[in-house]
């Protein structure tokens, strides 16, 4: 420990002894040996309380310290505003006996402290992608005072980064202060889920010219894991006891200890909060159940962090805004509500546990209701065998899902240009924008044609405007855009309405309630008193039923999940980490898998069923393929699972079409109209062409086709218990529908309703 704390500036040695610390772990002295000796890159890969922070921001504090730089000398960026927060507290106090100052930096931060960054730049700052974007296009001048010394750049939660149009901004972003302020910052990149980690260094380091090294930890598989299963009938009296006895379960899981239950949506958080508080109450329970998703005010999400930091002993209902690395004190254990979407996101939240000496610990309770649609088939619960293929494939080897940002960003590419003419202070000709813009990594994909092509789109839609010199400025249409408050962020946010109780914001929902309306925020029934522009007033309304819808678009299944699956499936591997009626489930659902032989094409009395156990990407390539096949007709699907065709070929000659067809084919041929008219934020002003190229490259996959499987016969498929086969010819001959409580719906319709 001796040789880097000597190293270190007297207040820190001091804040060392006080914490009574006397070594350092081993991710702490391999990343202090990166930093301290060398100049490179630095990409730290550690649990959860494995001391990263540390580990990262004691050399670089120590930097700062022994040798100030004038203006910003380090940047943090989270992902959260939370976040930041929360790390802005834990080196305000590290800092409290030094000169070094620390200042945050987003929306909720008041504008008094932003100007006086603005006017002195010093210290640390900690910002958000979005932030830093509206700084870089304050100008060039500010970017000049603020950064011309900048010596580290911190990256948080790297991996929420890395997949993300928003992570290839924050690479866009590096870029430009680079070359305006002409400093070269070493980037930090901290992380506690990466199974990739030569992606990652790629990542972290592109666009620049240092080396790049790995620090790491074995990843923690110890604590405790358990898998609860209920099914929910659909007559109403079991149903009633059945509702009431999972929510019991769920009190008793949690009352009198300290806890987070992770849902995967906020609808789910807001119905699980109420309905657990009304449990709470009957059983006369003081504990708090507190809600934390991003539409609540952020009041009531300081409320629940505080509470947990404290030690109070609540319950808090929580989506992915508690998942990343902020502390939540000393959680006894979390709950997850169903499967988790990603590997990545079941070891991110199990690691919010066991921060403070105690043991990991979590609870992942799956539930089926018979009374709602599914995809799985009947007598099968595929979410049970999502829960648990994520868990063995987390827990038993630390595998997360890879790195794969998008590698034609023409949406991006089109918001890099008018941030570059908007933040420029000298007159841009084309050649300069298209260098400027193709030289990042981010748009390394994107050829000289393509970006002409891009340009020439935006000049005759009046995005942008050539004057007689040549020089290129914004042009009047995309003048409103530039100027936009939402202008600094590369992702949609929807219409919301503000919700006001009392004179104060509680939070905001999508769309716009109209007076008279039952809604559901912050784990309370609300009615709509009034409303008007962006706002409604409401009142409490009791224990009525109400919903509040928010769109979101699920994460991708990967094809290893998916394979997964069938070899869970397949086998008669035991996991002792399920409850009996898990175990028992999972028993049923393999039988059922077995007997009707649910492992590849199933022959039907119009066609096939096809259950490709593939990924997301390779499903929708395989769908869409199967959509030009002459003489095939896509009836319904369900996206990973299931694909049913109408046809009156044998597979073989189905298979044989697409082996013949896929590999001559271009890949954006495959596009569909409904693909491109709604991709992205910027993606609308890209011309309909490069938006087909981007669907294809990022969203769809045909490795499928090096791996089809011949058909099994079957007399027939029973969907849901309302799909038979031998119902498929009627609406598949009258309206292409799809019949689900004995009704019939578009097709469409079954892939929005699953959100697997």
Known sequence: MTDHF??????????????????????????????????????????????????????VISSLCNDPVDGV????????????????????????????????????????????????????????????????????????????????VVIDEVHTFMASDRGLQLLCELDAIERIAGCSPRRIGLSATLSDIGGAED????????????????????????????????????RRRCVQDYYRDMFRLTDQHSCIIFTNSRGSAERTARSLAKVSRSEGSQNQVRIHHGSLSGTLRKEAEEDLKEGRHPTVVATSTLELGMDVGGLDRVLQIGAPYTCSSML??????????????????????????????????????????????GLKGGWTEGIRPNPLPFGLLYHQMIAYLKGSDHDVRWPELRDSMLRMWPFRNISREEARELAMHMLSEGHLQRLEDGTLVIGLKAEPIANGRGFASVFETPMETEIRFGGKVIGTVQGNPKEGRLISLAGKVWLVTGSGDGWADVREAGDGSAESKWESVPPEVDDRVMRR???????????RWLDSAASAELEATRSEFREKVYDGPMETSVGYTLFPWTGTRNFEGLRRALMEVPGVEVLAYASPLWIMIGTDRTWGMVEQSLKN????????????????????????FVPEGLRAREYAAHRLSFDFVSDMRRSRRVACIVLDGVIHANMALAYHDSARANARDGAFHPVYKIYTLYTY
Not at 73 to 95: E, H, N, V, W
Not at 124 to 134: A, C
Not at 357 to 362: D, N, S, Y
Not at 663 to 683: C, Q, R, S, W
Request: net charge negative; with cysteine; hydrophobic share 35%.
């Open 6 to 59: 000597q190293r270190m500036p007297a207040f820190l040695q001091d804040r060392i002894h006080a914490e009574g610390w006397t070594s350092w772990r081993p991710v702490q002295q391999e990343s202090f040996d990166v930093l301290f000796d060398s100049e490179d890159h630095l990409l730290i890969c550690a649990g959860t309380s494995s001391g990263k922070t540390e580990a990262a921001m004691l050399p």
């Open 73 to 152: 000398g380090a940047m943090y960026i989270g992902p959260t505003k939370a976040l930041i927060d929360d790390q802005f507290s834990r080196l305000d106090r590290m800092l409290r006996d030094s000169r070094l100052t620390i200042t945050g930096w987003h929306g909720d931060i008041p504008k008094a402290s932003k100007d006086r960054m603005r006017d002195r730049p010093e210290g640390i700052l900690q910002i958000t992608p979005e932030s830093l974007q509206g700084v870089i296009c304050d100008g060039p001048e500010l970017l000049r005072r603020m950064f011309p010394s900048l010596r580290f």
């Open 203 to 238: 990542w972290l380091r592109a666009g620049t010219d240092r080396g790049i090294r790995s620090v790491s930890s074995e990843s923690d598989s110890t604590g405790r894991i358990g898998i609860k299963y209920y099914r929910i009938p659909a007559d109403e009296e079991n």
């Open 348 to 393: 991110q939240r199990m690691g919010r546990t066991g921060r403070r000496g105690g043991k990991r610990e979590m609870v992942m309770m799956v539930m089926d209701d018979m009374k709602k649609w599914t995809p799985s088939p009947p007598g099968m619960s595929l979410e049970l065998v999502r829960a648990i293929a994520v868990t063995d494939l």
């Open 565 to 575: 699956m069938r070899e869970i499936l397949r086998s008669d591997e035991t996991f």
């Open 661 to 684: 067809h896929v590999p001559k084919t271009d890949a954006e041929d495959y596009v569909l109209l409904e693909d491109v008219e709604d991709m992205g934020k910027y993606e609308r």
